[in-house]
């Protein structure tokens, strides 16, 4: 896309360039996209195609660039490859996070696994398993169905968990492609608020919009808006002190999103280390006690 618009073509000719180079959902996607601007529909309206194959935190920052670009134009590629650059390291962070937890997920899903197929061995071993079971073993079907399911969101709960930071880096990663495409901070963060209400964090930029837009001063509003945390408070500090000194918002903002990333590469790797011992407390308190009802509810109900 940068190197189409570069070269002097409009957006929607730009989009039907591309779209033959990429993957035939995307392609079919970009392809609805460059007809609905053709037929005069507004960016916003056009990008609603891509809704279904590109999550909102990739596409609210593409979208805002193309949006400065058809209003103002400019020198579109070096936006974009800051977009492309990104995402690509969001991506590849998120791959590394999948491939230090792997392992983990591997563990769980065996383990949530032992007590069905245990059912399963046994009903094939022994012709009167299930029927002892189901017959006078009823509450003990209930109580290992609520412990196996107990047992996997639990370890569901133990390997999905995200950082703030993670989060939060996304969100700057959004306000710092604005930035580059020529907006203030406000209105960069405004236009990820619009085109992504799904990102996490927006309460917060919700709050320091409707305080601004409500004529408080940017330093009380920021001032505000550094109270949700820590990181918001260096946020806070850095556009105040940009501001002030007139330095480069933008680099600031990548070197803070920088250290975030690298904090949350740091806790992942501290939180796969930790997997097997947070793995043991759904172990001995869900997944054992539901084995040891399939494994000896049925023999101890017939000697019952």
């Known amino acids: 896309m940068g190197a189409a618009l ?3 073509l409009s957006i929607q000719l730009a989009l039907a360039e591309v779209a033959s180079t990429l993957p035939s959902v995307l392609a079919r996607a970009t392809g609805h996209a460059a007809a609905a601007l053709v037929l005069g529909a507004r960016l916003e309206i056009a990008f609603a195609a891509f809704a279904e194959v590109v999550p909102q935190q990739d596409l609210a920052p593409f979208a805002m660039v193309l949006s400065a670009f058809a209003r103002s134009g400019g020198k579109v590629g070096r936006s974009l490859g800051r977009v492309a650059a990104l995402l690509r390291g969001r991506l590849a962070l998120e791959e ?3 491939a230090l937890t792997a392992q983990g997920r591997a563990s769980a899903l065996v383990l ?11 009903s094939f071993a022994t012709p009167d398993y299930f029927s002892v079971l189901l017959d006078r073993g009823q509450f003990l079907v209930a109580v ?5 399911v107990a047992g996997a969101f639990w370890l569901s709960h133990i390997l999905r968990s995200r950082t703030a930071e993670a989060d939060f880096a996304s969100l700057l990663d959004a306000v710092i492609v604005g930035l580059d495409a020529g907006l203030t901070f406000e209105h960069a963060l405004g236009a990820l608020v619009a085109r992504g209400p799904a990102l996490s964090r927006l309460p917060e930029a919700r709050r320091l ?6 004529g ?3 330093r009380v509003a920021f001032e505000a808006f550094g109270k949700a945390g820590p990181t918001e408070a260096r946020v806070a500090a ?3 002190s940009a501001t002030r000194f007139g330095s480069p918002l933008a680099e600031l903002l990548v070197t803070q999103a920088d250290a975030l990333r690298a904090t949350d590469r740091r ?7 930790r997997l097997p011992i947070l793995m043991l407390f759904p172990l001995t308190f869900c997944i054992l006690p539901a084995l040891l009802i399939v494994f000896l509810g049925p023999p101890l109900l017939s000697l019952a």
């Open 112 to 122: 949530v696994a032992l007590a069905p197929l245990g059912a399963i061995f046994f």
């Open 238 to 240: 850095l556009v105040r």
């Open 6 to 8: 570069a070269s002097g």
């Open 144 to 148: 290992a169905i609520l412990l196996e």
């Open 267 to 273: 806790r992942t790797e501290a939180q796969a280390r």
């Open 216 to 218: 408080q001063s940017s």
């Open 209 to 214: 919009l409707a305080d601004l837009a409500l």
């Open 96 to 98: 590394e996070r999948a």
